[in-house]
Nanobody, 121 residues
């Protein structure tokens, strides 16, 4: 089994910063895309940022210039540095990863359990 475990959420004032971390554990041969999604109450889950294993990034427009995604391929970990946080960034943030468990396995998608980020005005 593959598990993704997030940490680093919390309560912060507008303009503040938080750093989210996600580590994948279990039998992992390789990881392709890893990243972060978020879901606010009443909204659909949306992409925040993703990064491929070779470093190609993709950001949701509203977080460009404020959030930075990074990863450690050796640790199958992904991070999200969030600066200049706004109340509209309040959501549950989910770690996402596409993993291959063995050389001959198909790529599968995995999700973390989510971590709450609350930005007060």
């Amino acid at each position: 089994q593959v598990q993704l475990v997030e940490s680093g959420g919390g309560l912060v004032q507008a303009g503040g910063s938080l750093r989210l971390s996600c580590a994948a554990s279990g039998s992992i041969f390789s990881s392709n895309i890893m990243g972060w999604y978020r879901q606010a109450p009443g909204n659909q889950r949306e992409l925040v940022a993703t990064m491929t294993s070779v470093g190609t990034t993709n950001y949701e427009d509203s977080v460009k210039g404020r959030f930075t995604i990074s990863r450690d391929n050796a640790k199958n970990a992904v991070y999200l540095q969030m600066n200049s946080l706004k109340p509209e960034d309040t959501a549950i943030y989910y770690c996402y990863g596409q993993m291959r468990r063995t050389l001959y396995s198909s790529v599968q998608s995995y999700w973390g359990q989510g971590t709450q980020v609350t930005v007060s005005s």
